[in-house]
């Protein structure tokens, strides 16, 4: 079906399947467009980061597509991409199909009229539309769900994808399960998964069969009676951890499954039959449509039962461990990991929400410390007064989620001013460089060409209330800082291992940023005092050093805190050898610094050949 913005309910929706020409990206690559859209690049990662998927079907030529979205580290996003010259109503479809999905749990996008009817006349419970219609709905929805369990479930879609592509070396379906090293396990103390449990009940369909849909009370309340035998049941195979994809209720006052369900994860796997059989095949009163006929009296030999207990924990399993906080220029020791799915990452950034806007303070560890327990009627309040404070500031995982480590820049408390509201004194944010009081007008013109495309208007209105109602106080004090971060290593896990990255000590030779000035000699004078505060929990806290990795050369860019890539590639070597130090795993090895120059290499290449088509176009033209 083709949908309206009122149709559009964010709760159904499992997979975005993304056109790439004139949807995710401006123009039509093969003619020298492919400007990729900031608030869709965003878009993809929120909706990952939220347990929703995406793909993609686009009619392009495959390397060219990768390539263009591999510049951006948006590549590793998408699973299951379907690029080629073919129609793409029966691709969509087969994607679908191979993602184990129903079509009413998944959204095309594209911009053609002509290919959203082909693909809904296959299936009119798909959904389909184009970005321009649907983004600020999706946008709108997707902002009131929280961030959970970082990319697990991208992760998990990347192994099927793997098991998939697998799949064609066989000859049938049974010889593939029988190579596939399938195992389950009955997990009976349900008390720890209710979240889970309350989410297949509510979430799965196609292998639901019974589809008695309850709250997480009336979960709790289920598992805890007597006369029910309950248990989750948790899959693997030799591609991948599936976690857990299966919960029954078994009421044993008349041998009756009161919920017998399954991911849709699971499906050609036998998993259901399996435990059916293992039940010894009580009475099931099926409700609505499932994806498969249960038997009595057979069991698949394909599937064996392992206890929970003597399962191995594997490190991959897991998509997210490290959380990396800083200033945008941190972003550049990612490219030179191997596996980037281990990381989230939380940079400066460019907000959709404000647009234009640059924002950066949220990493202040004054920032930090407030997100434990702010009220939130304060953050709302903040966020509709302060023009450099957006709906997504206040989005961190570092407390939600627990990392193994977590990495973060000091160069934002060394760098911004501390802004402290008047009416409410306790109220203090971070803005810009400390050097400069932006609540003096003479200073906005700044504000004008660096931090905002806002009209000149726009930012005037904006800042005359900041200047009414908040005073300038400087730097953040090293005892103040020193303090933050006390409070910070005590929020977090004692198991997760914090990592600081102090500041340049060297000068800037030439002319330094406004601001800028001299700022060697505060890095000279901080970093001892970290340096201080690390040795005192350095059982479960690091120091990386820039300084003792510049060498003799000269490590800077334009200012003393944008180092040239070589540096960041010593930063990236430097956290390999600290957690190698702490995991017997080669998951965080690092690349070679070549091929991270490669990549560059590979990126001009493909500009020229886009600018090479374009000139060839116009000169067709004329």
Request: charged content about 25%; overall charge negative.
């Amino acid at each position: 079906m083709i949908l309206n913005k009122s149709d559009f309910n964010i709760k159904r929706l499992k997979l975005i399947i993304w056109e790439l020409d004139n949807t995710f990206w401006d123009g039509v690559i093969s003619e020298g467009g492919g400007l990729l859209i900031d608030s869709y690049i965003n878009l993809v990662k929120d909706l990952s980061s939220r347990g929703i998927v995406n793909s993609i079907c686009s009619k392009n030529d495959f390397e060219t597509c990768m390539d263009r979205l591999k510049q951006f580290d948006i590549w590793e996003y998408f699973v299951f991409p379907s690029i080629d010259w073919t129609a793409k109503a029966q691709r969509v479809h087969g994607i679908i199909k191979d993602m184990g999905l129903r079509p009413a749990n998944v959204l095309f996008l594209d911009d053609e009229p002509y290919n959203l009817h082909a693909a809904s006349s296959i299936d009119d419970s798909l959904m389909c539309g184009t970005i321009q219609d649907l983004f600020d709905v999706i946008k709108e929805q997707l902002d009131k769900i929280p961030p959970k369990d970082g990319l697990k479930r991208l992760k998990q879609y990347r192994d099927l994808q793997l098991k998939v592509s697998a799949r064609k070396e066989y000859d049938s379906d049974e010889e593939f399960l029988k190579k596939s090293e399938i195992s389950i396990s009955f997990i009976y103390n349900c008390k720890e998964y209710v979240d889970r449990i309350t989410e297949l009940i509510e979430r799965t369909n196609q292998l639901n069969f019974t589809k008695n849909r309850i709250s997480k009370s009336e979960v709790e309340d289920l598992i805890s009676k007597s006369n029910y035998k309950c248990a989750c049941i948790s899959v693997s195979d030799k591609f991948c951890d599936y976690g857990i994809t299966g919960f029954y209720a078994l009421n044993c006052d008349n041998n009756c499954l009161d919920h017998f369900l399954f991911s849709c994860r699971t499906i050609g796997m036998g998993i259901e039959q399996f435990v059916y059989a293992s039940l010894k095949y009580p009475a099931l009163v099926i409700k609505g449509d499932v994806v498969t006929t249960l038997k009595q009296d057979y069991q698949p030999d394909w599937i064996s039962i392992t206890d929970i207990k003597k399962k191995e924990p594997s490190i991959t399993s897991s998509s997210n461990r490290i959380l990396i906080k800083g200033p945008c220029d941190v972003s550049q020791v990612l490219p030179f990991f191997k596996n980037k799915n281990v990381f989230d990452t939380e940079f400066s950034y460019t907000s959709v929400l404000k647009p234009g806007t640059y924002i950066e303070s949220m990493n202040h560890s004054s920032q930090i410390i407030m997100l434990k327990d702010i009220d939130e009627n304060i953050k709302e309040e903040l966020i509709k007064t302060i023009p450099f404070i957006d709906g997504d500031y206040f989005k961190s995982n570092i407390f939600s989620q627990e990392y193994d480590y977590v990495i973060i820049s000091l160069l934002t408390d060394y760098s911004l001013g501390l802004y402290q509201n008047i009416g409410h004194p306790s109220i203090i944010i971070p803005f810009s460089q400390y050097t400069i009081d932006y609540t003096k007008e003479e200073n906005w013109n700044e504000i004008m060409h660096e931090q905002t495309t806002n009209s000149d208007e726009q930012i005037a209105s904006d800042y005359k209330f900041f200047k009414a109602n908040y005073k300038y106080i400087g730097r953040i004090s090293p005892e103040q800082m020193l303090a933050n971060y006390e409070m910070i290593r005590k929020l977090l896990p004692k198991s997760t291992k914090l990592i600081l990255l102090n500041g340049a000590e060297r000068a800037f030779i030439g002319k330094e940023k406004n601001g800028y000035e001299d700022r060697f000699l505060l890095h000279r004078f901080l970093n001892p005092q970290v340096h201080e505060f690390v040795m005192k929990h350095q059982d479960n806290t690091f120091l990386i050093d820039v300084n003792s990795l510049f060498g003799k050369d000269y490590p800077y860019l334009d200012t003393i805190n944008h180092y040239k890539k070589n540096i960041y590639y010593k930063i990236a070597q430097s956290i390999e050898e600290y957690i190698a130090k702490h995991e017997n795993t080669h998951e965080f090895s690092t690349r070679s610094r070549y091929a991270v120059f490669y990549d560059k290499l590979k990126e001009l290449y493909v500009r020229f050949k886009w600018s090479i088509l374009v000139m060839l176009g116009r000169i067709k033209k004329q």
